[in-house]
């Protein structure tokens, strides 16, 4: 089955850190540029960040820039998103996605990527 699976959500506190990882299941994610999604309650889908296949380029949201890393493991089939200095505006429903396309299309979510992971919930609080 072709998937993309995310783990590593979870409740933290404000200034805290959670890393987040999409896992590629059924195809070679090498070849793909990978994005963060992120909704919140009420909200539209936003990119946060996204990555290209070789991991050399990488954009991110002005509201994540200088707090979030995202890195890719081609060997593990895996992309993480290392999410520091945590908000409450960060909490919501976490989800990458993969698509054969450049990384500033792909954040931008005007496109339909090839496939979407099933969300990891992330909750800022204390």
């Known amino acids: 089955q072709l998937q993309l699976v995310e783990s590593g959500g979870g409740l933290v506190q404000p200034g805290g850190s959670l890393r987040l990882s999409c896992a590629a299941s059924?195809?070679?994610?090498?070849?793909?540029?990978i994005g963060w999604f992120r909704q919140a309650p009420g909200k539209e889908r936003e990119g946060v960040s996204c990555?290209?296949?070789?991991?050399?380029?990488?954009n991110y949201a002005d509201s994540v820039k200088g707090r979030f890393t995202i890195s890719r493991d081609n060997a593990k089939n895996t992309v993480y998103l290392q999410m520091n200095s945590l908000k409450p505006a960060d909490t919501a429903v976490y989800y990458c996605?993969?698509?054969?396309?450049?990384?500033?299309?792909?954040?931008?979510?005007?496109?339909?990527?090839?496939?979407w992971g099933q969300g990891t919930q992330v909750t800022v609080s204390s």
């Open positions: 990555i290209s296949s070789s991991g050399g380029s990488t």
């Open positions: 059924g195809f070679i994610l090498k070849y793909y540029a």
């Open positions: 996605a993969a698509d054969r396309i450049d990384i500033a299309t792909l954040c931008s979510g005007t496109t339909k990527p090839d496939y």
